[in-house]
T-cell receptor, first 112, second 115 residues
Framework: ELKVEQNPLFLSMQEGKNYTIYCNYS?????LYWYRQDPGKSLESLFV?????AVKQEGRLMASLDTKARLSTLHITAAVHDLSATYFC????????????FGTGTRLKVLA | DTGVSQNPRHKITKRGQNVTFRCDPI?????LYWYRQTLGQGPEFLTY????????KSRLLSDRFSAERPKGSFSTLEIQRTEQGDSAMYLC?????????????FGPGTRLTVT
């Protein structure tokens, strides 16, 4: 059964600092997705990573995918308070259905 | 607006009552997914449609849950005899089969509270 794990589960960081969230998954997949979720809200798509070595950047966030290591990272550069949210990675490892298996989530709090 | 829509956005019901949620996918998308998210957890897959055919159901989907997608357009998710454990956010997503990114587009969700 495909499992997706994120760490850390909780992250409290100061504004201006850098940090990385890790997403590990247990089976072969070439596609990984990152989402942001604010409290009580739905999922906002951040990045779609479709191949080994894919790297995408948007503002202070950069995501990468290493399919051989079954690892994706979400790097935060010079954090600001507005980045406070929960971040999920998801993998669609089941051919045909392509249902998403979500990670446990990382709850990020950026302190001013 | 061409995004995924869900109704109602919030539903409060008493234990034992039946509830029905609706999802309208992006019009050209033939695949539709339902997920459930409980507090502090990631979304979990419930069921999936391709056009009007329900092709997969999670073991999370007990006999009290039923989903339909008549005519391959909107979908409904019904919960019978609700229990407090059914309290969650119910998310709907859609995508187009054969799309290059396989990306699913999520609706705003329906938050169910069972009292």
């Amino acid at each position: 059964e495909l499992k997706v794990e994120q760490n850390p589960l909780f992250l409290s960081m100061q504004e201006g600092k850098n940090y990385t969230i890790y997403c590990n998954y247990s089976t072969t997949s070439d596609r990984l997705y990152w989402y942001r979720q604010d409290p009580g809200k739905s999922l906002e798509s951040l990045f779609v990573l479709l191949s080994n070595g894919a790297v995408k950047q948007e503002g202070r966030l950069m995501a990468s995918l290493d399919t051989k290591a079954r690892l994706s990272t979400l790097h935060i550069t010079a954090a600001v308070h507005d980045l406070s949210a929960t971040y999920f990675c998801a993998v669609d490892g089941t051919s045909g259905t392509y249902k998403y298996i979500f990670g446990t989530g990382t709850r990020l709090k950026v302190l001013a | 607006d061409t995004g995924v829509s869900q109704n109602p956005r919030h539903k409060i019901t008493k234990r034992g009552q039946n509830v029905t949620f609706r999802c309208d996918p992006i019009s050209e998308h033939n695949r539709l997914y339902w997920y459930r998210q409980t507090l502090g957890q990631g979304p979990e897959f419930l069921t999936y449609f391709q056009n009007e055919a329900q092709l997969e159901k999670s073991r999370l989907l007990s006999d009290r849950f039923s989903a339909e997608r008549p005519k391959g357009s909107f979908s409904t998710l019904e919960i019978q005899r609700t229990e407090q454990g059914d309290s969650a956010m119910y998310l709907c997503a859609s995508r187009q089969a054969g799309g290059a990114s396989y990306e699913q587009y999520f609706g705003p969700g329906t938050r169910l509270t069972v009292t």
